[in-house]
């Protein structure tokens, strides 16, 4: 199977940080993230970024959707949040969804990013 389709399009991979792994560093991908090891700094991805049960993860992160089952301690940016059980969130996040299941944390402050709402200037008063 190619990793690539054509010249600098990436086909849907996903990039996995191990158990075990320390990055420090800023992080800045396309395709989905999923860590079960630590990361110290900033990461910005257009796609998905998952942090496993043993994931732990330390700074700044900006994404479509963040799924939590370990730590992120930090600021998050994202559309759309899930918090699973066990999954624990320190921080202040910017969401315009999120989602905490039952045993899942969040401690911290959250703003709601304000969805799109379409005028119908169609019709006359």
Same mark, same amino acid.
């Given at each position: 199977? *190619?990793?690539?389709?054509?010249?600098?399009?990436?086909?849907? /991979?996903?990039?996995?940080? /191990?158990?075990?792994?320390?990055? %420090?560093?800023?992080? !800045?991908?396309? *395709?989905?993230?999923?860590?079960?090891?630590?990361?110290?700094?900033?990461? =910005? =991805? =257009?796609?998905?970024?998952?942090?496993?049960?043993?994931?732990?993860?330390?700074?700044? @992160?900006?994404?479509?959707?963040?799924?939590?089952?370990?730590?992120? !301690?930090? %600021? *998050?940016?994202?559309?759309?949040?899930?918090?699973?059980?066990?999954?624990?969130?320190?921080?202040?996040?910017?969401?315009?969804?999120?989602?905490?299941?039952?045993?899942?944390?969040? =401690?911290?402050?959250?703003? @709601?990013? !304000?969805?799109?709402?379409?005028?119908?200037? /169609?019709?006359? /008063?």
């Amino acid at each position: 199977m *190619a990793l690539f389709k054509k010249e600098n399009q990436i086909t849907n /991979s996903t990039t996995i940080i /191990s158990k075990g792994v320390l990055i %420090k560093g800023d992080l !800045e991908l396309t *395709a989905k993230l999923h860590i079960e090891g630590n990361i110290e700094g900033n990461i =910005s =991805s =257009s796609n998905e970024i998952s942090i496993g049960k043993d994931g732990v993860v330390n700074g700044e @992160l900006k994404s479509s959707k963040l799924i939590v089952n370990g730590l992120f !301690e930090g %600021k *998050a940016d994202c559309d759309y949040i899930e918090i699973m059980k066990g999954g624990i969130i320190k921080g202040d996040i910017t969401v315009k969804n999120i989602t905490i299941e039952n045993g899942g944390c969040f =401690s911290g402050r959250s703003i @709601l990013k !304000e969805k799109e709402i379409k005028n119908d200037t /169609s019709k006359k /008063s």
